[in-house]
């Protein structure tokens, strides 16, 4: 597969290639990206690196972002570090555990093969 | 580790034997204070086939228990699960008929008084009367332990600002109350998966030191303790990932083995979900490192972890270990900080989102140098925002004919966070236009610190309690 010759690449959002949930501890957010497949996995974790991820939270001013990889579950848990205004108690967003960036993250554009991309639209996994 | 009352009544388990190799069953039945509270049914008829097991009810969230510690200063015989007549009251007879014993947190601020409510709620049924242990130790609040305290965080704030200090207490006091025969365990702050691995470690006799062991009860208890969580509850996206009954969604039970390896499942007849998809947003949920889970019973270790289903809504874990406990247990420090103001008003139509963005700023420019204010424009762009308003300033939000102004901040004094309020409540008449639907609200703030200390400053025991008659 080339991923590098944008004609046989496409951009979709990484709700297509995966699910995730987010999780608090503190001023820390934890959220994991669970590939829908074996393939997706594999292009993930070549793309979705924890500078990527840094990049795409910028604006929260993460102080660090940790990839953990768990290829026996085809997922990763990203660990960021001072995202949440201070946390449940601090912070005044509405969303003070930051739930709703498990959904932040799943629009981040990842480069998919055509052919593969074909498999990704939106769809009911059973 | 030490009890003080040994219950006279001869123990079921005898101390150190193991009850065998049976499995043992213990369902969830809330995942938060503030859960469901007609989760408990379902799974206590699943237990009830299966001949028996534990019903945990996970209620302490970070902030509960500050906020029971505040129900207790109103009224000493309060400060324990606001709900629990709900939750206990409609299976009380079954788990007590049906050898099921109750272990939960529901205790918060006052186990004690948990307990002699239960026992009122057994009398009340005509129920015999239920052998409750309590744990104790969790909270530190006395003068020298506050002192300690935060002399350890290296915080200068006035102790009498602290609304409460707990340590998360682990599965040893448990185990041994249920080993001792308690129908019902109720505690304060405990580690939430410690309400699944004492049960375990009671039934199988494992030892404490086990780790491997200890890790794999732990992660049992970790996908229990957020109830639904793991049995489709927050999992479901229309069109992608649907979970059917979302209305009756099952609460989780987990068929734990001699070996630690366990499966997970939901009651007959319920909604919700389980394969390894919502088997696996769980096992992550709230993890950092997966090779170091802590908790005060092992560092437990999921990093060769697999979820395979074994069935219609089942799924089965394994390849969990864990490694030896951390030295010191986390400790929550709870403190009056100030108030928490919010007010919103909403805009619709024409030009909404402009409306409500000249609303904001004409209040930053009214009160913004009295306090830091967080404005939203819920319809545009609220949730994703970071306080500062910096994906805000980058144009993020999105047109919107439907907007609702929100203006938050906290401030020490009162008077200052109450100018929100305010100042929200008067644009009523001062405009822009087409503004309605003024809510506000102001309540106290409660912060938290966090630490660790040593085990030996936290003297945590358990004790069989009698009840009281009025």
């Known amino acids: ?126 | 580790m030490h009890t003080e009352i040994r219950d006279p009544m001869a123990s079921r388990f005898p101390l150190g034997e193991p009850k065998g190799l049976k499995p043992l069953y213990v369902g969830c039945a809330t995942g938060f204070s503030g859960d469901r509270t007609d989760g408990a049914g379902p799974v206590v008829d699943a237990l009830i086939a299966l001949g028996g097991g534990v019903l945990n009810f996970e209620t302490l969230a970070e902030r509960t228990l500050a906020l029971a510690q505040l129900e207790k200063r109103k009224n000493p015989a309060l400060g324990y699960e606001p709900l629990l007549d709900d939750l206990v009251g409609p299976v009380l007879k079954r788990c007590l008929d049906h050898n099921i014993q109750i272990v939960s947190n529901f205790g918060a601020a006052n186990p004690q008084a948990c307990a002699q409510r239960i026992f009122a709620l057994a009398r009340a049924q005509g129920l015999r009367t239920p052998r409750i242990a309590v744990v104790h130790g969790d909270d530190l609040t006395k003068p020298e332990q506050l002192t300690f305290l935060l002399k350890r965080l290296g915080s200068d704030i006035d102790p009498k600002r602290v609304v409460s200090a707990n340590a998360y207490l682990g599965a040893g006091e448990i185990a041994q109350a249920l080993k001792d025969g308690a129908d019902i365990v109720v505690t304060g702050r405990v580690s939430d998966p410690s309400l699944t691995l004492g049960p375990a470690i009671a039934h199988f006799g494992w030892s404490m030191q086990d780790w491997h062991l200890m890790g794999c009860g732990t992660m049992a208890g970790h996908m229990l303790e957020c109830g639904t969580q793991v049995t489709g509850g927050y999992y479901s996206v229309p069109g992608q990932k649907s979970v059917p009954g979302m209305d009756c969604i099952g609460f989780p039970i987990a068929e734990i083995r001699a070996d630690g390896t366990f499966s997970v499942f939901k009651a007959a007849n319920t909604g919700g979900r389980v394969d390894d998809r919502t088997g696996r947003e769980q096992i992550l949920y709230e993890v950092h490192d997966p090779a170091r889970y802590l908790t005060p019973d092992v560092v437990a270790d999921i990093t060769q972890a697999t979820i395979t289903r074994e069935g219609q809504d089942r799924i089965l874990v394994q390849g969990i270990t864990g490694h030896q406990r951390p030295d010191e247990l986390k400790v929550n420090v709870c403190y009056d900080n100030g108030y928490f103001a919010e007010a919103e008003i909403s805009y619709a139509g024409f030009q909404a989102k402009e409306r409500a963005a000249l609303a904001g700023e004409t209040i930053r420019k009214r009160i913004g140098h009295l306090l830091p204010l967080r404005v939203d424009l819920i319809g545009a762009l609220s949730i994703f925002g970071d306080d500062a308003g910096e994906l805000m300033a980058q144009g993020y939000a999105g047109a919107s004919r439907d907007v609702r102004l929100r203006v938050a901040g906290v401030h020490l004094q009162k008077e200052i966070a109450e100018k929100i309020l305010r100042e929200v409540t008067a644009l009523y008449c001062c405009g822009p236009a087409g503004g309605g639907g003024v809510r506000t609200s102001l309540r106290p703030r409660l912060d938290t610190l966090s630490c660790t200390i040593p085990r030996e400053a936290v003297p945590s025991g358990f004790s069989f309690v009698q009840e009281q008659r009025a």
């Not at chain 1, 990839?67 to 449940?88: H, I, Q, S, T």
């Open chain 1, 1 to 126: 597969m080339n991923t590098n010759n944008s004609a046989n690449t496409v951009e979709l959002p990484l709700y297509q290639l995966a699910h995730g949930r987010a999780g608090d501890k503190g001023n820390t957010s934890n959220i994991s990206v669970i590939a829908w497949d074996s393939a997706c996995f594999a292009l993930l974790v070549e793309q979705l690196t924890e500078a990527r991820v840094a990049q795409w939270f910028a604006y929260r001013h993460p102080t660090k972002v940790t990839r953990y990889v768990l290829p026996k579950l085809e997922a990763m848990n990203f660990v960021l570090e001072g995202v949440l205004d201070g946390g449940v108690n601090d912070a005044l967003n509405l969303d003070t555990h930051g739930k709703g960036l498990s959904f932040w993250m799943l629009d981040l554009p990842i480069t998919v093969p055509t052919a593969l991309a074909a498999t990704l639209e939106v769809k009911e996994y059973n």
